[in-house]
C-alpha cells in the first residue's frame, strides 16, 4: 500500500463521461489498497473561457478578481469527481486550496507556494477517504490578515500536485494527461518521436518547451530540488508512461516550499584552456570540420561558444583540459591553414559554475553570478548559460576567490561548493531528447567595453526588467578600440522591452550599439551522459552540415549542445538531429 497523489489535466477531465473513466480509475487504485490525494485541473478550456468572460468585460481586470473567477473552474471539476467517485462507492471528498491550507505568497496570478498543511488531508486519508483537491489555486494572508484566493499561473495545476506529494512525503507523483508521456521531441515535428521511459529533472528543465509543454516547470523544479518520484502517464491507458528521477534530496526547509534556494551548488574546475578562433568562414560544415577532428584525435571538448559577425565569419571559441591543449591547438592551426582565420590558445583558466533549479526563469540569479565576480575585479573569457546552469571561465588564479564570493551571495553551505569533481553522467545516454525553441531572437551589443562588470551590468538591466537571456555570447575578436561585441538569444516577446531597458546603459558606453539578427530558431540535444561522451557536439554539427544548415550561433552548456539556426531551416534542423542521435529508433 502506498500514498499516491494523482493529477488528472483539463482534457482528462473535460466532459462527465471523462470525469467518470477518471473516477474509475482512482476506484482501481483505490481497491489496491492505495492512499489516493487526487489533484485535478478545470474541465477542459473552462480556464480560457472564463478569462475570454472577464477581457470581454475589461482589457485590464484587476488580478485578485481574477484569482477569485479563475479559481471557480477547479471547484467544478474537484465537487464533480468527488459525486462520480460517490457514485462508485467511493467514500471521497473535496477541498479547495484555502481548505486543505495551501499557503502561497500574495502575487495573484502566479502565487508561488510558501507551505502545504497536511493536517486536514492526514486525518481524511485516515478515515479512508480519497481527497480530492483543486490544483492550481491557493491562499494567501493579506496584510491585513484576511485570507484571499490565490492562483499560481497557467498550468499550475502540477506544481499544486507535487508540492502536496512533497508536503505529504508521498511515495509518487503520478500526472496523468492526454500523452503518453515525454517524448524524444514533439512528435507534431517529428513523426518517429519516441517515448522515452524515464529521464532526470535536470534533462526535462533543459529541454525548455518541449518539457514545459508537457509539464509545468515549476512542478519539475519542485520534484527536483525535494526528490519527489514523479511519473508521466496517459489517462487513457495503463503503460507505465515517463518517470521523471533526481538526485538531490533537500530537507523541507525554513524557507518557503517553492521560495527555497534557487542555487544549490558551486563548482569550480580549474586546468582549464580556451581556444578562440576568430574570422573562420561563415558557412555550413566549417564547426563539424573542426569538432570532428578534435574527437577524432580523442580531445573531450567542454563548453562551446560561436556567434556571426559583421562580414561573413564567425569566431569560434571552446574549452578543454589544460593537457589537451597542445594537441587541441595543433588540430585548430591545421583547420585554420585550410579555411583562414586566426588563433588564440590561452591556459590557465578555471571554469566557474552555478547550478539549481532555480535558475531558471529568474534572470536576477545570472546577474547576480557577474555582479558579484566583477566587484573582485574579475573579468569573464567566457559565458556559459542554460537552465539549470551558468559557467564562466576565468582566469584560474582568480578562481578560489572568485568561488568563496559567489559561495557567500548564495548563501551555500560547504557541502555545496565543490573543487575539480569528478566527470558526470558516465553511463548516462549522450543525447536524451531534443527541443526545437521557436519564439527566440537573436540581439547583438557591439562594442562594448571588455572590462570586469559589462556582462553583469547588461544582464542586470535586462533582469531588473524581468527578462532571461540564454546563450550569451562574447566576441573573440576586439575591434580597434579593444571593445567587443556581446550576441545573446531572448524570447521574441521580451526585444522591444529589452530595448528599453539597455537604453540607458548604452548611453554610458560610447560607440556601443544593439542590432538585431535575422529571424532564427534553436535546436537543443540534451542528454546527462553529454560530458562523459566526446563527439557529441561534433556529430550534432556534422547533421546540419549534411542537411545544408548554417549555425548561426552554439551555446553549450553541460547537458545541453544548442544550434541557433535560421527560423526556414528549424524543422529539417530538428529532424535531422533527432535521426543522427538515432532517437527515433
Ligand atoms: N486550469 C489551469 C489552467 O488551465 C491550471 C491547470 O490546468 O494546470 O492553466
Ligand atoms: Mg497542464
Given at each position: 500500500?502506498?500514498?499516491?497523489?494523482?493529477?488528472?489535466?483539463?482534457?482528462?477531465?473535460?466532459?462527465?463521461?471523462?470525469?467518470?473513466?477518471?473516477?474509475?480509475?482512482?476506484?482501481?487504485?483505490?481497491?489496491?489498497?492505495?492512499?489516493l490525494?487526487?489533484?485535478?485541473?478545470?474541465?477542459?478550456?473552462?480556464?480560457?473561457?472564463?478569462?475570454?468572460?472577464?477581457?470581454?468585460?475589461?482589457?485590464?481586470p484587476?488580478?485578485?478578481?481574477?484569482?477569485?473567477?479563475?479559481?471557480?473552474?477547479?471547484?467544478?471539476?474537484?465537487?464533480?469527481?468527488?459525486?462520480?467517485?460517490?457514485?462508485?462507492?467511493?467514500?471521497?471528498?473535496?477541498?479547495?486550496?484555502?481548505?486543505?491550507?495551501?499557503?502561497?505568497?500574495?502575487s495573484?496570478?502566479?502565487?508561488?507556494?510558501?507551505?502545504?498543511?497536511?493536517?486536514?488531508?492526514?486525518?481524511?486519508?485516515?478515515?479512508?477517504?480519497?481527497?480530492?483537491?483543486?490544483?492550481?489555486?491557493?491562499?494567501?494572508?493579506?496584510?491585513?490578515?484576511?485570507?484571499?484566493?490565490?492562483?499560481?499561473?497557467?498550468?499550475?495545476?502540477?506544481?499544486?500536485?507535487?508540492?502536496?506529494?512533497?508536503?505529504?512525503?508521498?511515495?509518487?507523483?503520478?500526472?496523468?494527461?492526454?500523452?503518453?508521456?515525454?517524448?524524444?521531441?514533439d512528435?507534431?515535428?517529428?513523426?518517429d518521436?519516441?517515448?522515452?521511459?524515464?529521464?532526470?529533472?535536470?534533462?526535462?528543465?533543459?529541454?525548455?518547451?518541449?518539457?514545459?509543454?508537457?509539464?509545468?516547470?515549476?512542478?519539475?523544479?519542485?520534484?527536483?530540488?525535494?526528490?519527489?518520484?514523479?511519473?508521466?502517464?496517459?489517462?487513457?491507458?495503463n503503460?507505465?508512461?515517463?518517470?521523471?528521477?533526481?538526485?538531490?534530496?533537500?530537507?523541507?526547509?525554513?524557507?518557503?516550499?517553492?521560495l527555497?534556494?534557487?542555487?544549490?551548488?558551486v563548482?569550480?574546475?580549474?586546468?582549464?584552456?580556451?581556444?578562440?578562433?576568430?574570422?573562420?568562414?561563415?558557412?555550413?560544415?566549417?564547426?563539424?570540420?573542426?569538432?570532428?577532428?578534435?574527437?577524432?584525435?580523442?580531445?573531450?571538448?567542454?563548453?562551446?561558444?560561436?556567434?556571426?559577425?559583421?562580414?561573413?565569419?564567425?569566431?569560434?571559441?571552446?574549452?578543454?583540459?589544460?593537457?589537451?591543449?597542445?594537441?587541441?591547438?595543433?588540430?585548430?592551426?591545421?583547420?585554420?591553414?585550410?579555411?583562414?582565420?586566426?588563433?588564440?590558445?590561452?591556459?590557465?583558466?578555471?571554469?566557474?559554475?552555478?547550478?539549481?533549479?532555480?535558475?531558471?526563469?529568474?534572470?536576477?540569479?545570472?546577474?547576480?553570478?557577474?555582479?558579484?565576480?566583477?566587484?573582485?575585479?574579475?573579468?569573464?573569457?567566457?559565458?556559459?548559460?542554460?537552465?539549470?546552469?551558468?559557467s564562466?571561465?576565468?582566469?584560474k588564479?582568480?578562481?578560489?576567490?572568485?568561488?568563496?564570493?559567489?559561495?557567500?551571495?548564495?548563501?551555500?553551505?560547504?557541502?555545496?561548493?565543490?573543487?575539480?569533481?569528478?566527470?558526470?553522467?558516465?553511463?548516462?545516454?549522450?543525447?536524451?531528447?531534443?527541443?526545437?525553441?521557436?519564439?527566440?531572437?537573436?540581439?547583438?551589443?557591439?562594442?562594448?567595453?571588455?572590462?570586469?562588470?559589462?556582462?553583469?551590468?547588461?544582464?542586470?538591466?535586462?533582469?531588473?526588467?524581468?527578462?532571461?537571456?540564454?546563450?550569451?555570447?562574447?566576441?573573440e575578436?576586439?575591434?580597434?578600440?579593444?571593445?567587443?561585441?556581446?550576441?545573446?538569444?531572448?524570447?521574441?516577446?521580451?526585444?522591444?522591452n529589452?530595448?528599453?531597458?539597455?537604453?540607458?546603459?548604452?548611453?554610458?558606453?560610447?560607440?556601443?550599439?544593439?542590432?538585431?539578427?535575422?529571424?532564427?530558431?534553436?535546436?537543443?540535444?540534451?542528454?546527462?551522459?553529454?560530458?562523459?561522451?566526446?563527439?557529441?557536439?561534433?556529430?550534432?554539427?556534422?547533421?546540419?552540415?549534411?542537411?545544408?544548415?548554417?549555425?548561426?550561433?552554439?551555446?553549450?552548456?553541460?547537458?545541453?549542445?544548442?544550434?541557433?539556426?535560421a527560423?526556414?531551416?528549424?524543422?529539417?534542423?530538428?529532424?535531422?538531429?533527432?535521426?543522427?542521435?538515432?532517437?527515433?529508433?
Amino acid at each position: 500500500m502506498a500514498l499516491l497523489v494523482q493529477k488528472f489535466g483539463g482534457t482528462s477531465v473535460g466532459s462527465v463521461k471523462r470525469i467518470q473513466a477518471v473516477a474509475k480509475r482512482v476506484a482501481s487504485s483505490r481497491e489496491l489498497g492505495h492512499e489516493l490525494v487526487i489533484v485535478v485541473s478545470a474541465m477542459g478550456h473552462t480556464t480560457d473561457e472564463l478569462t475570454c468572460l472577464a477581457e470581454a468585460i475589461s482589457s485590464n481586470p484587476p488580478q485578485r478578481e481574477m484569482d477569485m473567477l479563475l479559481a471557480t473552474g477547479e471547484q467544478v471539476s474537484i465537487a464533480l469527481l468527488s459525486i462520480a467517485l460517490h457514485e462508485l462507492g467511493v467514500q471521497a471528498i473535496s477541498m479547495t486550496g484555502s481548505q486543505v491550507g495551501i499557503v502561497t505568497e500574495s502575487s495573484h496570478g502566479r502565487a508561488r507556494i510558501l507551505e502545504v498543511k497536511t493536517e486536514r488531508i492526514k486525518n481524511r486519508l485516515e478515515e479512508g477517504y480519497v481527497v480530492v483537491v483543486a490544483g492550481f489555486q491557493g491562499t494567501s494572508l493579506s496584510s491585513g490578515g484576511t485570507a484571499e484566493i490565490t492562483t499560481l499561473g497557467r498550468g499550475g495545476s502540477d506544481t499544486s500536485a507535487v508540492a502536496l506529494a512533497t508536503a505529504l512525503s508521498a511515495d509518487a507523483c503520478e500526472i496523468y494527461t492526454d500523452v503518453p508521456g515525454v517524448l524524444t521531441t514533439d512528435p507534431r515535428k517529428v513523426a518517429d518521436a519516441k517515448l522515452m521511459p524515464s529521464l532526470s529533472c535536470d534533462e526535462m528543465l533543459e529541454l525548455a518547451s518541449l518539457g514545459a509543454a508537457v509539464l509545468h516547470p515549476r512542478a519539475v523544479e519542485l520534484a527536483r530540488n525535494y526528490g519527489v518520484k514523479l511519473k508521466v502517464r496517459s489517462s487513457w491507458t495503463n503503460d507505465p508512461g515517463t518517470t521523471l528521477t533526481s538526485e538531490s534530496k533537500r530537507s523541507l526547509g525554513r524557507d518557503g516550499l517553492e521560495l527555497g534556494r534557487p542555487v544549490d551548488g558551486v563548482e569550480l574546475v580549474e586546468g582549464q584552456a580556451v581556444l578562440g578562433l576568430s574570422h573562420v568562414p561563415d558557412q555550413p560544415g566549417v564547426a563539424a570540420d573542426l569538432f570532428e577532428k578534435l574527437s577524432n584525435a580523442g580531445v573531450n571538448v567542454d563548453l562551446i561558444i560561436q556567434a556571426t559577425h559583421e562580414g561573413n565569419s564567425n569566431d569560434i571559441t571552446f574549452t578543454v583540459n589544460e593537457e589537451e591543449l597542445p594537441k587541441a591547438r595543433t588540430i585548430c592551426m591545421s583547420v585554420l591553414s585550410q579555411m583562414g582565420g586566426e588563433l588564440l590558445a590561452q591556459s590557465g583558466m578555471s571554469k566557474l559554475s552555478i547550478s539549481g533549479a532555480g535558475i531558471m526563469g529568474r534572470p536576477g540569479i545570472a546577474a547576480t553570478l557577474f555582479d558579484t565576480l566583477s566587484r573582485k575585479g574579475i573579468n569573464l573569457r567566457l559565458i556559459a548559460t542554460s537552465e539549470v546552469k551558468v559557467s564562466c571561465v576565468i582566469d584560474k588564479s582568480l578562481g578560489p576567490k572568485g568561488m568563496r564570493a559567489v559561495g557567500d551571495a548564495f548563501e551555500l553551505d560547504e557541502h555545496q561548493i565543490q573543487v575539480n569533481p569528478g566527470a558526470n553522467g558516465i553511463g548516462e545516454p549522450e543525447v536524451r531528447g531534443i527541443a526545437l525553441d521557436p519564439d527566440q531572437a537573436q540581439v547583438s551589443v557591439r562594442g562594448v567595453p571588455d572590462k570586469p562588470g559589462t556582462a553583469a551590468a547588461l544582464c542586470t538591466a535586462l533582469a531588473d526588467a524581468g527578462i532571461s537571456l540564454d546563450a550569451i555570447v562574447q566576441s573573440e575578436r576586439q575591434q580597434k578600440d579593444g571593445s567587443r561585441d556581446i550576441s545573446f538569444t531572448l524570447k521574441k516577446n521580451d526585444r522591444q522591452n529589452a530595448g528599453k531597458a539597455l537604453a540607458p546603459l548604452l548611453a554610458k558606453w560610447p560607440g556601443a550599439q544593439v542590432e538585431d539578427g535575422p529571424e532564427i530558431t534553436r535546436v537543443s540535444a540534451v542528454g546527462a551522459g553529454m560530458p562523459a561522451t566526446p563527439g557529441t557536439a561534433a556529430r550534432m554539427f556534422r547533421a546540419l552540415a549534411q542537411a545544408k544548415i548554417n549555425i548561426a550561433m552554439i551555446a553549450t552548456s553541460e547537458i545541453r549542445t544548442s544550434c541557433v539556426v535560421a527560423k526556414k531551416d528549424g524543422l529539417v534542423a530538428l529532424k535531422a538531429v533527432h535521426d543522427c542521435f538515432k532517437l527515433g529508433e
